[in-house]
Each structure stands twice: as C-alpha cells, then as structure tokens.
Nanobody
C-alpha cells in the first residue's frame, strides 16, 4: 500500500504559477505510476497528467499541454505538478494518485486533495 499527501495548493492570479507536491509513504514508491487529477465544483473528476514509474513516459490532458509538467523524484518519494500560465478554468481540487500498473490505469490509491483557485 501507499499513502499520499498533497501540498502546495493556494490562490493565484491568472497567468501565475503553482507547484503541487505529493509525498508518498512506503518503500515501493518507485514501482508506481503516478497521476494528477482535478475536480471542479459540479463536475466529475478528470485526468490532468501522469508519469510512469521510471519517469520515462508522461501523459497530459489537452487542456494543460504546454503549461503543466509532472516530474517525479523517486529518491524523495515525491511527484510534482508544475502549473504555469494558470487560467481561471484550472480552479479545482487537485488529487494525486498511484497506480501499480500503468500511468493510464484505473488508480488504486488517492490523496485527500488540495485546492487551487485561479482568479481573473
């Protein structure tokens, strides 16, 4: 099992940047694919970005390509979501998740979420 805790949410103006962090417990972090998802009020949770266990493959939703990146540091058991050129429509609760098989899998473990608010 792995436990996930997100950090770094907050309020920022449009065009600004935020970096979210997701710290994982356990010694097998490097074996998991990791992903970020978001859920805006009244909407379903949706995929944002994902990275393979090695970091060699990354995947992004079309809405964030060119603005967000998802690096990971297996030595620190941490995955990040670097969010640049933020837009008001990026406002949501952001969750990190871990999957034992594939970055585009169904995801077995979830964090509690962190709020990101982008003002215009």
């Amino acid at each position: 099992q792995v436990q996930l805790v997100e950090f770094g949410g907050g309020r920022v103006q449009a065009g600004g940047s935020l970096r979210l962090s997701c710290a994982a417990s356990g010694r097998t972090f490097s074996m998991y694919a990791m992903g970020w998802f978001c859920q805006a009020p009244g909407k379903e949770r949706e995929f944002v970005a994902a990275i393979s266990w090695s970091g060699g493959s990354t995947y992004y939703a079309d809405s964030v390509k060119g603005r967000f990146t998802i690096p990971r540091d297996n030595a620190k058991n941490t995955v990040y979501l670097q969010m640049n050129n933020l837009k008001p429509e990026d406002t949501a609760v952001y969750y990190c998740a871990a999957d034992q098989d594939h970055p585009l899998g169904k995801y077995d473990y979830w964090g509690q979420g962190t709020q990101v608010t982008v003002s215009s």
